[in-house]
Structure formats: C-alpha cells, structure tokens
C-alpha cells in the first residue's frame, strides 16, 4: 500500500501529465482518484466534471462520483448515483457494492443485504462484498447466517483485521464468548485499533465485572471512534461499575444519540438513571425503549421498578405481572417483585434489593445489574 508522501508525488506527476494533455479523460480520471485519496474532494470532483463533459454520461466516470460521495460522507449522493447506473443497465458488480455500502451508512441494511446477495456470488464482486453482507445481516439480526458469509470470507482471506473483528463481535453476540475473545484478541494483534475488538474484549470484560480491563478497551474504542454507540454503550456501563454515575450517564446519552433504535443501550441509560435517582428521566429512556418493542419484558420491569419507588403500587403490580408474563426470568421485573415485596413489610432480601440498586450498580440474586446490561448490549434482534 501506498504512503502518503508516494500518492502526493504520483499525483502532481498526473497533475503534470494532465496540464499537457486536458482532454484526455483517462488521466482526469486518475487525477480524481488521487486526489480522493489525498482528501482533496472538491478538487476530485472538478477533476471528474471536467471528465464527465469531456465524455457524457460515462459510466466508469459516474461510478467514480459515487466512490467519492461515499469517501466524503455524502451517503444519499451515493445512492442516487447509483441507483442510476442500475436502472440504466450497468452491471457491473462493484456499482452494486458501492450502493450496499451507502445504503449501509444511512441504516438500510435489509436494502444493502438484497444488493450484496445478488454479487455475493459473482466472479466480478468485490473482495469486500462477503463481509459486508455479514455486516448488513449482523445489523439485521441474523447472527446465524452472517458468520456462514464471514467464514466464506475468512477462507479467502484468512489475515483479514477487519474480517476477524467482525467475527469477533458476531460470536459475542452469538454468545460464543470462547470463540469471541480468540478473535478479539487476533483482530488486536493485527491492529490494535480495530473497533469491533476492542468493543468485544471490552464486553467481555464487563460481564466478567473487570472495570479495569473493560475501560482500557472502552476508552481507546471511544478515542479512536467517537461515533460509535456500541463503544459508547461500553464506556458507560463501565463507568457505572466505577460507580461515576454522572460520567456514566453522559456516555450513555451519546450512545444513543448513535443508535437510536438499539434497545439495550436505552435500558442501560434508564438504569444509569435509577442508580442516580432520576426517576423522570429513567421512564423517558423506559419509554424509548418500549417504542422500539412493545413485548419486551425488561422494558416493561423496569417501568415497574420505577413504579414501585414512585409508590404508584397497583401500576408496579400490574407491569410487574406483564413483565414475567412476557419473560419469566426478567431482571427487571424480579427486581421490581422484591420491590413490591418490601413495600408489603417483608424487608429480609427485598430490603437489601433496594439498598443495593440506590447505592451501586449490582443487584440482587446471582446476575449483576451490570452484568445483565452488558448482555442487552448484545441484543442485536432489537436493532432496526
């Protein structure tokens, strides 16, 4: 691969050769690539005009625009260009892709997937078209199938970062945490910044309850990718380990500014802010959490759980009862039972319950509250 300073020199060789020669669109066309590669995008998309009024309506030359609006974060640019292509009979594989990957940025993975299935197979594809449909179904909640496209993918390119990053965080989310933390730890190795290995060996960390090894992974994950909610999820759930409620909360709120539709990582943020005693915002991040999905019986416990505290008895009951008729085994909703339990004077476990919830982040029978949040991280299927 080249550096830098070798693509800085090849371009003003180009540059050079293209002053010589203005109308030759093959060397306007390179000249763009490099300057994308240099950052240079407005000066890319001048280079591909000039190109494009040379030659109308070129394909190649169009396709390339569509590469640059995605290098520069113009992801609907991307596929309005594409989409032209397609309806005009382009096929080539790659234009497909570059679709696949717009489509992907802006959260329409099911349309990313039909296109990416349709290349997956063809010899023109892309090398990276396998594991971007992993991704696309791994986004979808299909665990399953993403790692049969991720192995496919692996037996191709075996040394591939990225590929086993995403494996990693798949077999997390598959609670294969074994075969999780293998990957993690060879997707490190290969590049000690990659983000789905640090947000899995971080997570591992956190269901371990190692708050010292979850925020090293944490807060290099949220360093080198401040977009990225998971990450931020991470980070809070690890603060509120450390009991730094305020911090906690603040991280929790980024990560949902970035994944809006993730409902474990409202849970996280509702519970951050029980543990502080902001019972209104709590049932604002509860309520979020049930637009996302109305049958989810943690959700419903941990309205119950606020019920109880606010002395609403009846309602805590009834969402109580809602909450293990949807799961018998909800956290919440056990936790908000033994509520219900010290409000009728039997303090013995309850009691302790309650002490525990308002003065750490840990909670009562053998799973830890953080424990708990930390798998509703992994709750991919809840994400849209």
Known sequence: MQDAEQIRARLDRYESFAAQDPSNVSLLAEVAELRMRVGDFASAEAALDKALAL????????????????????????????????????????????????????????????????????????????????????????????????????????????????????????????????????????????????????????????????????????????????????????????MQLDKAKGDLERAVLYMPSHIGTWHALAWARIVSNDLAGAEAAFAKALEIDRNFGETHGGLAVIAVMQGRTAEAERMTRIALRLDSMSFAGRFAQSLLLARQGNTGAAQDAIQKILNSPVAIGEEALGVRLAQLLRERKKIK
């Open 55 to 242: 030659s109308p309506g070129n394909p190649s030359l169009r396709s390339q625009q569509a590469v640059l609006a995605i290098a520069s974060s113009q992801f609907e640019r991307a596929v309005a260009l594409s989409q032209e292509l397609i309806a005009e009979g382009v096929t080539a594989a790659a234009v497909r892709y570059n679709l696949a990957y717009a489509l992907m940025y802006l959260g329409r993975h099911a349309e990313a997937k039909e296109h990416l299935q349709a290349i997956s197979d063809l010899p023109d594809a892309p090398d990276g078209a396998l594991l971007l449909l992993a991704r696309s179904l791994h986004h979808l909640g299909d665990v399953e199938e993403a790692m049969i496209f991720l192995h496919r993918h692996l037996e191709r390119k075996p040394q591939d970062v990225d590929a086993q990053g995403a494996m990693a965080l798949l077999a997390l989310d598959a609670e294969d945490l074994g075969s999780a933390k293998e990957w993690g730890e060879k997707a490190l190795h290969g590049n000690g910044e990659n983000l789905e290995a640090l947000v899995t060996l971080g997570s591992l960390a956190l269901e371990r309850q190692d708050a010292v090894e979850a925020k090293t992974h944490f807060d290099k994950a949220v360093a080198r990718h401040p977009k990225s909610g998971r990450a931020w999820a991470g980070a809070g759930l690890t603060e509120m380990l450390d």
